[in-house]
């Protein structure tokens, strides 16, 4: 995503990480599955055929681009 913003004359300025689930005792708690909820259909499908559990959205990248112009020498 970089390279192609880069190739569009845009700057990279900065990757910043959101968290979508809180931290206690230094760990990311995932929120609980409720019943019938997308997520618990798909445990227990996995469950069925013997697959990993599904992973956990816990956390989402936000990338910070500008866009170019005749004084970007100044950023650098």
Same mark, same amino acid.
């Given at each position: 995503?970089?390279?192609?913003?880069?190739?569009?004359?845009?700057?990279?300025?900065?990757?910043?990480?959101?968290?979508?689930?809180?931290?206690?005792?230094?760990?990311?708690?995932?929120?609980?599955?409720?019943?019938?909820?997308?997520?618990?259909?798909?445990?227990?499908?996995?469950?069925?055929?013997?697959?990993?559990?599904?992973?956990?959205? +816990?956390?989402?990248? +936000?990338?910070?681009?500008?866009?170019?112009?005749?004084?970007?020498?100044?950023?650098?």
């Amino acid at each position: 995503m970089v390279a192609a913003a880069q190739n569009a004359d845009l700057l990279y300025l900065q990757h910043i990480v959101t968290l979508h689930t809180s931290i206690r005792n230094g760990r990311l708690q995932p929120p609980p599955q409720t019943v019938g909820s997308v997520r618990d259909d798909v445990s227990q499908r996995a469950q069925r055929l013997g697959s990993p559990e599904p992973h956990t959205r +816990v956390h989402g990248d +936000v990338l910070l681009f500008a866009q170019a112009h005749a004084d970007a020498a100044d950023l650098r």
